[in-house]
């Protein structure tokens, strides 16, 4: 028996192994244990699986091996956030001199991080219209590395011509990556048509709760280990409990994308035949039962936007999406804030558009609610 300052530290019974829980437990340590020297140089002379929490961890690995599973791709690593596993990506293809041709409806935070933060790398962004190819292959020079575009963009949902899209990049020899965090691999998975990084927020669907904020990236096995070596330089890791929270949720991400991608469906067939609804933008035509959760309107001049939000009753206001509670958010005020104002008419992002998240309440309820929202709304 030591004395109580040591012994407070390490009488903390390890767990005996092999002990077979059902489920993997929290591997909440920063760092991983050796017996001797022998088995140390083990480890870097890849015997040994784990060192150090920032370089590897069986939990963020266990999320990363799930995702890359569902978009069968080989490999594919976890980071704190999705921007995070953008970055991890986009820097595992290009460096300093480079230049990539983006989507120009990415997400507001993406598009920042392009402009803002890899700009002051060296690293020359131009954003084009996806859907016009031919704008695309014009943007194409001879220091271009990387095409970089969604599956299906936020907020308006249009979808991405994938084979086309990798065409172009195989005919002049580009790395493409894709966000794929609206159409999850439940509906969409770009690796089986040729993409060579596929990333989502796993914030979004693949968690599904709005309780973690993380990222994954998987992809082509080679470009996940350049994309793993930022990680672990950028220091660009998700923790061990938010990983196994966000695999937990990952497990009934079939269920939650069925019955959510319905209701949207649903909300969306409704909202069309609403006179006070200038438009409503959803991917009708990819699936009779929905094609994501998510359906953006734009509110006509009838409708005060603002009373709107305010009588969605338990619909709640917040700048995120994916949960399996049916949520709203005003783009022009949060997501999108960052686009010049410019760009964001140009693409249709007015201030009366609303981006609604679908859950998994009743569908008739969720109905209901817009059109209630909308009715005590008119002018
Ligand atoms: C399509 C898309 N990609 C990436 C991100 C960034 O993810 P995160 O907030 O987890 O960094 C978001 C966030 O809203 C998003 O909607």
Redesign the pocket.
């Known amino acids: 028996m030591a004395r109580f300052e040591t012994e407070v530290l390490h009488n903390v019974k390890k767990g005996k192994l092999p002990i077979k829980s059902k489920v993997t437990p929290i591997y909440q340590t920063t760092a991983f244990t050796f017996s001797d020297l022998d088995e140390l140089e083990g480890y870097y002379q890849g015997q040994g699986n784990y060192l150090y929490s920032r370089v590897g961890n069986p939990n963020t690995d266990e999320l990363a091996e799930a995702v890359a599973g569902l978009e069968a791709a080989p490999a594919g690593v976890t980071t704190s956030?999705?921007?995070?596993?953008?970055m991890a990506g986009v820097l595992a293809i290009v460096k300093n001199g480079d230049h990539i041709v983006a989507a120009e409806d990415?997400?507001g935070?993406?598009f920042q991080l392009l402009k803002e933060e890899l700009n002051q790398f060296g690293i020359e962004v131009t954003f084009v219209a996806f859907n016009e190819l031919e704008q695309v292959e014009a943007a194409i020079k001879p220091n271009t590395k990387l095409l970089y575009t969604?599956s299906i963009t936020?907020p308006l949902l249009r979808v991405q011509d994938i084979e086309e899209f990798v065409e172009i990049a195989k005919k002049h020899e580009l790395i493409t990556l894709v966000?794929n965090?609206?159409a999850t691999p439940y509906h969409c998975q770009p690796y089986t048509k040729g993409v060579d990084l596929v990333?989502h927020?796993?914030?979004?669907y693949i968690g599904g709760h709005s309780d973690v904020?993380?990222?994954v990236l998987v992809g082509r096995a080679d470009l996940i280990e350049k994309a793993r070596a930022k990680v672990v330089n950028l220091g660009t890791n998700v923790s061990p409990i938010e990983a196994w929270l966000t695999t937990r949720g990952l497990k009934t991400l079939a269920l939650r994308m069925e019955r959510q991608s319905k209701n949207a469906r649903a909300l969306a067939d409704a909202l069309v035949k609403n006179p006070a609804v200038k438009n409503v933008y959803y991917p009708f035509e990819q699936g009779e039962n929905g094609y994501g959760a998510i359906v953006t309107i734009e509110l006509g001049n009838t409708v005060d936007v603002n009373e709107f939000f305010k009588n969605l009753s338990w619909v709640k206001i917040a700048p995120?999406?994916a949960g399996v509670e049916t949520s709203v958010s005003h783009p022009v005020i949060t997501?999108h804030r960052a686009l010049p104002q410019e760009a964001r008419d140009a693409l249709g992002i007015t201030f009366e558009v609303v981006r609604i998240s679908v859950g998994i309440e009743h569908a008739e309820d969720v109905i209901e609610i817009f059109e209630q929202a909308i009715a005590s709304a008119l002018k």
């Open positions: 956030s999705g921007l995070s596993a953008i990415l997400y935070g993406s969604e936020n966000d965090t609206f990333v927020s796993a914030t979004k904020t993380a990222g995120t999406l997501s």
